[in-house]
């Protein structure tokens, strides 16, 4: 962070002073250079282009006076003294804080899990409602960094998020001049675990659809992710009005949960199928299910049933998409529309798994003895 003086030209020819606190830049998504400014007026002026004795020792006396607060302002702020704007900031309360960029922030519900998942652990973290700023230094941020990872009941990947989010919070508040530097600048990010991604085969899907299901819409709702990729969180909420007929076809024209674009699906004649019979436009299509515990073990128990040992969840069926579509031959861009993937690099880890795959089947050939 940089403090400076600066002028600003009035009305009526002379230059208003000021301080500026500079807090660096970023760079936007659209590619576009942020910088990152405060100002505070000093209320001192001077001449512009004096010409008289008076006007010369004026500006001279007034610069000087600038000068000497510019040092205190940087000698205060260097001391953690230094009251920004908003009295003293550093003694603001790290868990209502995170609660307030919770509050603001209008994303998905995912998102906002993350946020609150990730203020939960900062609460288990500090023991304590009263934790300030004033504690908050590159050693706290390490300490909470390995918290999340002994964390026995998330994932590293899981941690790796709420970690991610925790420093965003942080660069949140240096920016807002609550902290002088950001703590986490030199504390690397959580590294992310390439998770396996369990599907289930052509074959598997075809048992499944055999074998009944004690919640017969659970079902259809699984098999219709199988068939079209689409997000739990996107089936659940899937009403009638986007389900688009266009002559013998159709398609499903909805607005993602998860990132909020716009999305168009052609549904096959077999996903059609499981839609069941129409209802009126505002009505869900599956109709009372939650993907509650009890909806979990339905799923796990209609595994059973099928003698598939795989664990069944809704997120399995969308990795069986993919991999299905892969397999039979379908174009990885495409595929990564089909997903409703904003980059195709997110899609390449079901190639991944496809030549994975095929190397096993290769080397499942026996031994074949040459002649020299």
């Not at 250079?33 to 001449?47: D, F, G, V």
């Not at 000698?75 to 307030?100: A, P, V």
């Not at 969840?313 to 397999?327: E, I, P, V, W």
Request: glycine share 4%; charged share 30%.
């Amino acid at each position: 962070m940089k403090i400076s003086i600066k002028k600003r030209k009035l009305n009526d020819g002379s230059f208003s002073l000021y301080l500026e606190y500079y807090f660096g830049y970023e760079k936007t998504p659209e590619g576009k250079i942020k910088h990152h400014r405060k100002k505070e007026n000093l209320n001192l002026q001077i001449y512009n282009k004096p010409k008289t004795p008076h006007e010369r020792k004026s500006n001279s006396e007034v610069l000087e006076l600038a000068e000497k607060i510019l040092i205190r302002k940087k000698s205060d702020f260097n001391e953690n003294n230094y009251d920004m704007f908003n009295g003293k900031r550093l003694n603001t309360n790290l868990i209502q804080y995170f609660e307030k960029i919770k509050d603001k922030k209008n994303s998905s519900y995912s998102n906002k899990k993350l946020w609150i998942n990730t203020i939960h652990y900062l609460n288990k973290f500090c023991e304590s409602d009263t934790i300030t700023f004033k504690q908050v230094n590159e050693q706290f941020v390490t300490n909470f960094k390995d918290f999340l990872l002994n964390q026995k009941k998330i994932h590293n990947n899981t941690s790796s998020g709420y970690f991610e989010a925790f420093r965003s919070g942080l660069k949140i508040a240096f920016k807002e001049g609550i902290l002088k530097e950001n703590p986490a600048k030199n504390v690397t990010s959580i590294k992310i675990i390439e998770a396996e991604r369990e599907y289930l085969t052509l074959e598997e899907i075809q048992i499944l659809a055999k074998v009944d299901c004690d919640n017969n819409t659970i079902k259809r709702a699984f098999l219709f992710a199988c068939l079209t990729g689409l997000r739990w969180c996107d089936i659940y909420k899937l009403k009638w009005d986007e389900i688009i007929k266009n002559g013998e076809s159709y398609k499903i024209i909805f607005r993602q949960q998860k990132t909020k674009s716009v999305e168009y699906i052609p549904l096959s004649g077999q996903a059609v199928e499981l839609l069941g019979e129409p209802g009126d436009s505002e009505d869900k299509v599956f109709q009372n299910i939650n993907y509650t515990t009890d909806a979990y073990y339905k799923l796990q128990t209609w595994g059973i049933k099928a003698g598939i040992e795989k664990k069944i969840t809704f997120h399995m069926a969308r990795h069986s998409f993919a991999t299905m579509q892969l397999t039979y031959g379908t174009d990885i861009y495409t595929v990564s529309k089909l997903l409703g993937h904003k980059k195709i690099q997110t899609t390449q880890i079901y190639a991944k798994v496809i030549d994975e795959k095929k190397r096993e089947a290769v080397n499942k050939i026996p031994e074949i003895k040459l002649n020299n």
